[in-house]
Structures are given as structure tokens and as C-alpha cells.
């Protein structure tokens, strides 16, 4: 029986893992169902945003057992990277809801999103040096490019495990609400998305992270502004201006 669900709510998607028994740990079974489900989404222009995870933990890391005896080729094997890499590759905004733990390859899932919501009692970290290793779902990468390589380096070399306050101040979260609202929270986010239009939203996602790609600010600006430009022989972009203008709502087509 699958342990990854999806229900699309709104033009949202909720993705959620469900192994309870323990405390949501990824499995290479469970990240290739999610893999399944990103590859539906990626595909489904109806979908303007996709949340990821839920109340209870959102991912206490791998499943360490089955990694203890593996070599180097199966560690390979067991390696999450090029799944996550379509979570982030993703058209659309993701924003991960973040209860509970959050650790190993469970925050790495959570770094593949576009942005992060934690309840108050959440707990992060990339504890994976106490195991004689380091992460390897991106997690020495996607984290330096957030919040800076000193405060990476301190984390992934300590293996510390911070709280959500921590989290939010170094800016691996975005908000911090409680428990009850993280679920509400992420799919108000994710409804202001879902109210644009999906061709200046696609757009701006791929901008910015294409942006951080390039070695000057002058290159990147050029990249934008052919992109910036572009967005004028849309149908979006007349009905958008033509709204603001009257006064009245956006009806966007997509087009």
C-alpha cells in the first residue's frame, strides 16, 4: 500500500507522507512514490501550487537501517538527489509544512521547496555527520545558498538539531505559526498563487532561480529583463493591466 499521498484542493496539491509507526522516515520506496507523484503534478497545469507535508513529523530523516550495511554503489542507489532535484525543478511555487522533525533527508525534502512554514514546536537539522557520514540529497548545497556558509558549515559540521525560532532567525523558515494553523497557513499561501497567473508565476519561479545562476548582476538582469519582456505577448498581461486600470479583479486564462 502506498505511504505518500496527494489530493489537489483549489488548484493546490498536498503531498504527505504516511509512516507514523516511524515518525515519517524516507525510505528509497516512499521517495520514489513521491517522485511518482512530483512527475503527475510537473504535468498538471491545473496545479498553481503544491504544499508538502502536514501536522504530525514531517520526516525524521532516512531510514537508517537500511543504510547500515550498504557500500558506495548502494549508497548511490539510496540517494535522494535527482527526485528532490524535480520537487525543486517544479513550475509552480512549493511551500513545505513543517511539524514535528524535520531531520537528515527529511529537511532536505523540506530545502527542495521554494519555501518553508514550521509550527512552533518543530525541530531541524542535518544530524548526519553523528553517523559517520554527511547528507547527500543536496543538503551541503541548497543550505549554504539559504542561510550563508558560515551558519551551514556550523550546522552540518555539528550535526546540531535547532528549533523552529532558531530556524526562522537564520532564515531556513519563513514563518513560525501553531500547530493548528500550519495546514491553514500553507494553503492561504498557496491560494494567493493559485489567484495569479500561471504564465507571469511560472516565469518569475524560473527567473529567480536562474537568476542566482549567473556569475554578475549584469548578466542576470539582461536574463530578466528578455524575460520581463516576453510576458507582453501574453493575453495575462492585458487583462491584468486592463483590470488594474478599471479597478476590478484579474481574470487570468493562462494564456
Same mark, same amino acid.
Given at each position: 500500500m502506498?505511504?505518500?499521498?496527494?489530493?489537489?484542493?483549489?488548484?493546490? %496539491?498536498?503531498?504527505?507522507v504516511?509512516?507514523?509507526? @516511524?515518525?515519517? @522516515? =524516507? $525510505?528509497?520506496?516512499?521517495?520514489?512514490?513521491?517522485?511518482?507523484?512530483?512527475?503527475e503534478?510537473?504535468?498538471?497545469?491545473?496545479v498553481? *501550487?503544491v504544499?508538502?507535508g502536514?501536522?504530525e513529523?514531517?520526516a *525524521?530523516?532516512a531510514?537508517?537501517?537500511? &543504510?547500515?550495511?550498504?557500500?558506495?554503489?548502494? +549508497?548511490?542507489a539510496?540517494?535522494?538527489?535527482?527526485? /528532490?532535484?524535480k520537487?525543486? $525543478?517544479l513550475?509552480?511555487?512549493?511551500?513545505?509544512?513543517?511539524?514535528?522533525y524535520?531531520?537528515? #533527508?527529511?529537511?532536505e525534502?523540506?530545502?527542495?521547496?521554494?519555501?518553508r512554514?514550521?509550527?512552533e514546536? %518543530?525541530?531541524m537539522g &542535518?544530524?548526519?555527520?553523528? &553517523?559517520?557520514?554527511?547528507?547527500?540529497?543536496?543538503?551541503?548545497?541548497? &543550505?549554504?545558498?539559504l542561510?550563508? /556558509?558560515?551558519?551551514?558549515?556550523?550546522?552540518? =559540521?555539528? #550535526? %546540531?538539531?535547532? $528549533? %523552529?525560532?532558531?530556524?526562522?532567525?537564520?532564515?531556513?523558515? $519563513?514563518?513560525?505559526?501553531?500547530?493548528?494553523?500550519?495546514?491553514p497557513? +500553507?494553503?492561504k499561501?498557496?491560494?494567493k498563487?493559485?489567484?495569479?497567473?500561471?504564465i507571469?508565476l511560472?516565469?518569475?519561479?524560473k527567473?529567480?532561480?536562474?537568476?542566482?545562476?549567473?556569475?554578475?548582476?549584469e548578466e542576470?538582469g539582461? /536574463?530578466?529583463?528578455?524575460?520581463?519582456?516576453?510576458?507582453?505577448?501574453?493575453?495575462?498581461?492585458?487583462?491584468?493591466?486592463?483590470a488594474?486600470?478599471e479597478?476590478?479583479?484579474?481574470?487570468?486564462? #493562462?494564456?
Amino acid at each position: 500500500m502506498g505511504r505518500v499521498k496527494c489530493e489537489i484542493r483549489d488548484r493546490v %496539491a498536498i503531498v504527505s507522507v504516511g509512516r507514523p509507526e @516511524a515518525l515519517n @522516515a =524516507l $525510505n528509497r520506496e516512499i521517495v520514489d512514490e513521491i517522485e511518482a507523484v512530483i512527475d503527475e503534478l510537473a504535468a498538471d497545469e491545473s496545479v498553481m *501550487a503544491v504544499v508538502i507535508g502536514g501536522t504530525e513529523n514531517f520526516a *525524521a530523516g532516512a531510514d537508517i537501517k537500511g &543504510l547500515i550495511e550498504c557500500d558506495s554503489e548502494k +549508497a548511490r542507489a539510496f540517494a535522494f538527489h535527482d527526485s /528532490y532535484n524535480k520537487i525543486m $525543478n517544479l513550475p509552480v511555487p512549493t511551500v513545505a509544512a513543517i511539524d514535528g522533525y524535520a531531520l537528515g #533527508g527529511g529537511l532536505e525534502l523540506a530545502l527542495a521547496c521554494d519555501m518553508r512554514i514550521a509550527t512552533e514546536s %518543530a525541530k531541524m537539522g &542535518l544530524p548526519e555527520i553523528n &553517523l559517520g557520514i554527511m547528507p547527500g540529497a543536496s543538503g551541503t548545497i541548497r &543550505l549554504p545558498r539559504l542561510v550563508g /556558509y558560515a551558519k551551514a558549515c556550523e550546522l552540518i =559540521l555539528s #550535526g %546540531a538539531v535547532i $528549533n %523552529a525560532q532558531e530556524a526562522e532567525k537564520i532564515g531556513l523558515v $519563513n514563518q513560525i505559526v501553531p500547530k493548528e494553523e500550519l495546514m491553514p497557513t +500553507a494553503m492561504k499561501w498557496c491560494q494567493k498563487f493559485a489567484a495569479k497567473g500561471r504564465i507571469s508565476l511560472v516565469t518569475a519561479k524560473k527567473t529567480i532561480a536562474k537568476g542566482l545562476t549567473f556569475p554578475t548582476v549584469e548578466e542576470a538582469g539582461r /536574463y530578466e529583463a528578455d524575460e520581463w519582456a516576453k510576458l507582453f505577448d501574453t493575453e495575462d498581461q492585458k487583462e491584468g493591466m486592463r483590470a488594474f486600470v478599471e479597478k476590478r479583479k484579474p481574470v487570468f486564462t #493562462g494564456k
